[in-house]
């Protein structure tokens, strides 16, 4: 895999993509390219589990779209640029497999759009800030921000945060269900990766992590009586794998399962 | 590349269109052209054929023959030729090889073609740039095409290539400002005084005609690497592929041939040389920081850049260097010796309006941090000191001329009068600190860039570092202040007057810096960062 602004480490079934863009981790159409790749190589590999993205700049995940490149470029490239982003955001949210965005610096704009495709937000406790304040450019949060704020935070709140740009703390983030864990900074790596691996086999279901997460994902988008039927055909999925009778059977035998992804 | 380079043995496949010195050269170089070639050496085209036949010496052979040329394709070359006429019409004059061989009978013409080292010769040269390291000798880990480079690194690089083609065409309209005067016989002012000044006091050539013909030489060289510039985005026609919707090769250029004095990337490039203190200095201190960039370029990521700096810096550049030290010199002989109306404070106070801008060439002193390594060999603040080292050896070589002239001594002897003058403030030879000139220091008069290594910032700013901070600091590096405050523009412009040229304080350049900085309200108050 040729990645310009990404790499892509993988360890005892967890796959770990960093940012590594200085100074800011702005993404452009060679970074989401990296992203795109990414989901793909997660997707396609059997040994993989769930997939962490993390940065390597430090004191920021990421700033959001270049700048420069929405200055210089013109609409028609822009509009392209935006379906490309939304799309491979998208890739990444309709993937059977969970990722979770491990948030140690600044996520902002574009960045914290990226971040609310993941499935679960991890942040540290330091002096960071999350927001969208695309509204102070003139335009708005444009990579799925206006549709995805509102659908993990609700309407009200997702308004108020993008229309007045204002930035929230971690703690503020964790209050508005923005991020579902604050760790403190110097156990940060530790405690996501400790948490990351607790999801994964054999102590867990990854397949049925998975389905979870696409029955959530896609069935939210769904009439209820749809999304209903997407739950039952997935759940009848993993009735029929070998995980699930191993997973009754170790509670009728109170002992931890031991799943095989079969 | 648009069409194949061109090989030794090669027929040009149409005759050039902006060819005035290559014409020229083909048919009017002396002696040199008669040299025989030895059985099975390779024949060469038009557009190769006058440098080795302007080479006269075995170890000008062997330096050319590390070089190759290309012709920019023909569009661009007619619209160099338009620019040209526009803005330099007197070039044919000194391509004429009479004049050229009365002023510099030991030199080969100027080439006015992309001239591209050759990747075997280059290491010799970047192994000997400021900063070199292994990297910056290897060619092997270049891209040779623009549409292989990420888009982030594609803009960088096109940056940095606007800015330098920026500065060659603006500094030809700049030094046209004093050519132009010089030639027209109505010198007047404080320049009048100076020629002839330099000439009661200077025996080493520097008469009114050659100090014109330098300045005009210097705009030949410059519109050449301005070729250089244009052929680097045009000869590979990957760097027009359209990314982000537009073609950035022909738009740059199309947008640096409609530049007018005053609208170049560079503050430097956009004040009015009004003197001629200003061209010499400009030439000493500001074509300095080209030769900084040039060099680091060695290491630029996209290897036809890198592999056109060596032409541009080791052959050309140094002259423009030594013109301008020579000049200032002699300047500064003729102010202590013979100066008429004007003295050694009108030097230093060209050397106070020029320096800053020369410091704020480099950027910002905390940036370049992401170009290091891959652009250029240091970062901004790293090169920048290196630089101050250097120009602080500029003017101690000025102090020395001033002293050797008028004491009659050696160097040796002028050194130790001036450590008595600088270091314990005696009076040698009638010479006192005050009849010397000095280097500013390097938070004085700056716009840009860091003040102070990023101790403050305007309000609102994430980071010190961003932005204008206003810290009206004195020529030595004090604050000026009132009330432990530092006192108001308007007093601080005040102070300006007394130590800056009084042709400065009436140019463009000085408007743009009240109305755009000084006087700007948007900055605000500067605050120290925490």
């Not at chain 1, 049925?208 to 696409?214: D, E, L, Y």
């Not at chain 2, 132009?180 to 002012?189: I, M, T, V």
């Not at chain 2, 050194?415 to 600190?433: P, S």
Request: contains cysteine.
């Amino acid at each position: 895999m040729d990645l310009t602004y990404m790499s892509l480490e993988k360890k005892d079934r967890v796959a770990i993509a960093w940012l590594n863009k200085p100074k800011a981790n702005t993404y452009d159409a060679d970074l989401m390219r990296d992203l795109n790749a990414v989901v793909d190589d997660v997707r396609f590999d059997d040994d993989v589990d769930l997939c962490v993205l993390a940065s390597k700049v430090d004191g920021i995940w990421s700033a959001g779209a270049d700048i420069n490149l929405l200055a210089s470029s013109t609409p028609e490239y822009k509009a392209m640029f935006c379906l490309d982003c939304q799309e491979t955001l998208n890739k990444l949210e309709s993937t059977p497999k969970l990722f979770i965005a491990a948030i140690d610096g600044h996520c902002v704009g574009g960045g914290l759009e990226i971040a609310m495709a993941t499935d679960l937000r991890l942040i540290s406790d330091g002096a960071w800030r999350m927001g969208l304040p695309e509204v102070t450019l003139g335009v708005l949060p444009g990579t799925g921000g206006t549709q995805r704020l509102p659908r993990i935070v609700g309407k009200s709140r997702a308004i108020d945060l993008m229309v007045t740009g204002r930035m929230l703390t971690p703690k503020e983030a964790l209050d508005w269900g923005l991020v579902n864990r604050v760790f403190p900074r110097e156990k940060f790596w530790e405690e996501t990766m400790a948490f990351a691996r607790s999801l994964t086999y054999p102590e867990h279901s990854a397949r049925a992590v998975g389905f979870i997460k696409r029955s959530v994902t896609d069935g939210l988008e769904m009439p209820m009586y749809e999304g209903l039927a997407l739950e039952r055909e997935l759940q009848n999925r993993l009735f029929g794998m070998a995980d699930a009778k191993e997973g009754f059977r170790a509670f009728l035998e109170k002992r931890k399962p031991v799943f095989h992804g079969k | 590349m648009v069409g194949p380079t061109r090989r030794i043995g090669m027929a040009p496949t149409r005759p050039p269109t902006w060819a005035v010195l290559e014409t020229h050269r083909c048919t009017a170089a002396p002696g040199p052209r008669r040299v025989s070639w030895p059985r099975g050496t390779r024949r060469i085209g038009w557009q190769e054929r006058f440098i080795p036949l302007l080479a006269h010496r075995i170890d000008d052979m062997a330096l050319l023959d590390q070089f190759r040329i290309e012709a920019l394709p023909k569009k661009w070359q007619d619209e160099g030729h338009l620019w040209q006429e526009t803005y330099f019409p007197e070039m044919p004059t000194v391509l004429d090889t009479p004049n050229w061989k009365r002023f510099y009978p030991d030199t080969p013409l100027p080439r006015l073609s992309v001239i591209l080292a050759k990747p075997d010769g280059f290491a010799s040269f970047a192994s000997k740039v400021v900063g070199a390291s292994t990297e910056t000798t290897e060619l092997e880990n270049r891209l040779w095409k623009a549409d292989k480079m990420p888009d982030a690194q594609f803009m960088t690089a096109l940056k940095i290539i606007r800015a330098q083609a920026s500065t060659e065409l603006g500094s030809i309209q700049q030094h046209r400002m004093v050519y132009e005067q010089l030639d027209s016989g109505s010198l007047a002012g404080m320049d009048k005084e100076i020629v002839e000044g330099i000439h009661r006091t200077d025996a080493g050539g520097h008469r009114l005609d050659s100090i014109s013909f330098s300045k005009k030489r210097v705009c030949v060289e410059e519109l050449r690497h301005h070729m250089q510039m244009a052929g680097v985005l045009t000869l590979d026609e990957t760097f027009d592929k359209a990314r982000w919707g537009r073609h950035w090769a022909t738009e740059t250029l199309e947008e640096l041939f409609a530049m007018k004095p005053g609208e170049h990337v560079l503050d430097a490039f956009n004040i009015e040389f009004k003197s001629l203190l200003d061209s010499a200095t400009f030439l000493s201190f500001i074509d300095r920081v080209g030769k900084f960039q040039l060099e680091m370029q060695h290491h630029f990521l996209y290897a036809p850049m890198a592999v056109s700096m060596p032409w541009m810096r080791w052959i050309e550049e140094s002259y423009h260097l030594a013109a301008g030290e020579t000049l200032m010199k002699a300047i500064a002989v003729a102010a202590t010796l013979d100066g008429g109306n004007f003295g050694i404070e009108d030097l230093q106070k060209t050397l106070n309006m020029w320096y800053p801008r020369g410091l704020e060439m480099f950027g910002s002193e905390l940036g370049g941090g992401l170009v290091k390594g891959v652009f250029k060999t240091l970062t901004n603040g790293e090169a920048q000191k290196i630089y101050i080292e250097e120009v602080r050896g500029k003017v101690k070589d000025v102090n020395l001329a001033i002293i050797q002239a008028k004491a009659r001594c050696t160097r040796e002897e002028a050194e130790a009068a001036l450590r008595r003058i600088e270091e314990r403030g005696e009076t040698v030879h009638g010479l006192t600190k005050a009849n010397l000139v000095f280097l500013p220091d390097r938070r004085f008069f700056r716009i840009r860039g860091l003040a102070e290594y990023g101790d403050y910032r305007y309000p609102g700013a994430d980071a010190a570092g961003v932005g204008y901070v206003y810290l009206p600091h004195d020529v030595h590096g004090a604050m000026l202040s009132s009330d432990d405050r530092a006192v108001d523009p308007n007093d601080y412009v005040e102070y300006l007057r007394t130590v800056l040229p009084e042709r400065y304080m009436t140019s463009r350049h000085w408007d743009f810096v009240k109305d755009e900085f000084l006087f700007n309200t948007k900055w605000g108050e500067p605050e120290r960062v925490p």
